[in-house]
T-cell receptor, first 115, second 115 residues
Framework: EAGVAQSPRYKIIEKRQSVAFWCNPI?????LYWYQQILGQGPKLLIQ????????DSQLPKDRFSAERLKGVDSTLKIQPAKLEDSAVYLC?????????????FGQGTRLTVV | AQKITQTQPGMFVQEKEAVTLDCTYD???????LFWYKQPSSGEMIFLIY??????QNATEGRYSLNFQKARKSANLVISASQLGDSAMYFC????????????FGAGTTVTVRA
């Protein structure tokens, strides 16, 4: 079974530039998440999709961050304009709804450096 | 308030010995799930073990076991017979509610296994 795919793996941009990350979840997984992991901290949820609808975006800085999940499969996360404090690893994860565990499977992440 | 607290920022363990990683949690929901993930230097989050709030027995997965003390709200991870490949960051996470999927993570504990 293929895992969660993310690209790019690394990105360096200057502040005030824009950047986009892409995620392809595991086939059949209805739930998709974007997490932000700042160095030395645990991941923090930015947004959660169920199919192509947003379930929770309460932690998403909506003045600069946006995300979409077209057709309930792939997703993109965009930052515009980027700030220095956006430097972090952006993790995409997916899960399916069967069973109590609802384990999340994570991609390898995109490491963003804003200079 | 922090939902997940991991008080050990870093730990050293000798190869072949056991190590216990502490995790305490805070929730008022009677239905919740507790997870442990491993994050090696490559960045991906690897699922290790799960404990549901209604599970009567402590979860075990190979060399990993979860010491679940519900009254104390603790869910410590025990890694037995440590291997060099166990050197990584370890995160405790919680899912709250019967129908919610998102995870709240602790700050993590770095484990370094010495030969």
């Amino acid at each position: 079974e293929a895992g969660v795919a993310q690209s790019p793996r690394y990105k360096i941009i200057e502040k005030r530039q824009s950047v986009a990350f892409w995620c392809n979840p595991i086939s059949g997984h209805a739930t998709l998440y974007w997490y932000q992991q700042i160095l030395g901290q645990g991941p923090k949820l930015l947004i959660q999709f169920q199919n192509n609808g947003v379930v929770d975006d309460s932690q998403l800085p909506k003045d600069r961050f946006s995300a979409e999940r077209l057709k309930g499969v792939d997703s993109t996360l965009k930052i515009q304009p980027a700030k220095l404090e956006d430097s972090a690893v952006y993790l995409c994860a997916s899960s399916y709804g069967q069973g109590a565990i609802r384990k999340a499977f994570f991609g390898q992440g995109t490491r963003l450096t804003v200079v | 308030a922090q939902k997940i607290t991991q008080t050990q920022p870093g730990m050293f363990v000798q190869e072949k010995e056991a190590v216990t990683l502490d995790c305490t949690y805070d929730t008022s929901d009677p239905s919740y799930g507790l997870f442990w993930y491993k994050q090696p230097s490559s960045g991906e989050m690897i699922f290790l073990i799960y404990q549901g709030s209604y599970d009567q027995q402590n979860a075990t997965e190979g060399r990993y076991s979860l010491n679940f003390q519900k009254a104390r709200k603790s869910a410590n991870l025990v890694i037995s017979a440590s291997q060099l490949g166990d050197s990584a960051m370890y995160f405790c996470a919680m899912r709250e509610g019967r129908y919610d999927y998102k995870l709240s993570f602790g700050a993590g504990t770095t484990v370094t296994v010495r030969a």
